[in-house]
């Protein structure tokens, strides 16, 4: 995983036993950009010196590491019993790919999309989300354009994200990708869980059904969740906090007053976030100020 990720989220990881292997971010392009490296581990998982004691299954860009069925261990000829217990035991691995693995969009199509109408009785104006792998925003916007045409779909983007550009002008590009002007090689903001720049195959599923997108400021997503807490009790990550900001901006564009429904994704809590977006410390020093007004201004 790229190694400016809210620590929180590393050592989630690591007390449920994983190895965590911290990363440099990078462009997709590199090699050694976190995608990349994982596919790699993912292939070379479980292997020994013997090729013929691992079992890799390709599906799509989704390599899968499994323990063989007796079927499979047909296929390998005539094993030893050693070979064969090895085959039915040993390590097992899935490299999700969730950024290109259809399933991805398929799950909130099939799931997340109908769960949304079943539970609003089919009352639903618009759906506000922002995009990562593209999965939810795609899947769930397809869903509810296939129940109701009329259903507006809006993106909510982070800066330094060139998916906002993608979908207002077709061009993959912000202004924060300009030569000199980063600081890091990913998505330049303090908002983890969001924004890209790349097309990735589950959101280019659904381009072609966003209706409008909405850029999010850091100052905005941070003054949205201090705002959340003071107002709602809701304790919730950057991503939320964007898509709640991107909510208010296009109802106010729409001018909506008569009891349209919006939905909104609230995909991320507040404590995988203390090292960062809700450290205050952190915020001073990337120059990104907690100021609540912005969102009581936003509101009026």
Not at 88 to 93: D, L, Q, S
Not at 112 to 118: A, C, S
Not at 173 to 179: M, Q, S
Request: charged residues 25%; negative net charge.
């Amino acid at each position: 995983m790229p190694d400016d990720v809210a620590e929180e989220k590393v050592k989630a990881l690591q007390s449920l036993g994983a190895d965590v292997e911290r990363v440099r971010p990078a462009s997709i392009v590199d090699k050694k950009q976190f995608v990349n490296l994982a596919r790699d581990r993912a292939a070379h998982f479980g292997h020994t010196a013997n090729p013929r004691d691992s079992l890799i299954r390709s599906s799509s860009s989704v390599l899968v590491t499994s323990t063989a069925s007796d079927e499979v261990l047909n296929e390998h000829g005539t094993l030893t019993l050693d070979e064969a217990d090895e085959l039915r035991t040993r390590p097992r691995g899935f490299f999700a790919d969730q950024f290109e693995n259809r399933s991805n969009y398929q799950a909130h199509y099939e799931g997340t999309g109908p769960e949304i109408w079943r539970q609003t009785s089919g009352r639903v104006d618009a759906f506000v989300s922002g995009a990562g792998t593209g999965g939810t925003l795609s899947g769930i916007g397809q869903y509810l354009k296939s129940v109701k045409e009329d259903v507006m779909v809006i993106m909510s983007d982070p800066e330094g994200s060139g998916l906002y550009n993608k979908v207002k002008f077709g061009v993959m590009y912000d202004r924060r990708e300009a030569e000199g002007t980063k600081r890091r090689h990913q998505v330049d903001t303090v908002v983890e869980g969001i924004g890209i720049n790349r097309l990735t195959h589950n959101f280019e599923l659904g381009l072609d059904i966003i209706d409008d997108a909405f850029r999010v400021t850091d100052a905005e997503a941070v003054a949205m969740s201090r705002y959340l807490v003071e107002n709602d009790g809701l304790f919730l990550g950057s991503s939320s906090a964007c898509n709640l900001v991107a909510c208010v901006k296009f109802v106010k564009q729409m001018g909506w007053k008569d009891g349209e429904r919006v939905v909104t994704i609230l995909c991320d809590s507040g404590t995988r976030h203390y090292s960062k977006f809700w450290n205050a410390d952190y915020l001073q020093r990337a120059n990104i100020p907690v100021d609540v007004e912005i969102i009581h201004d936003l509101l009026a």
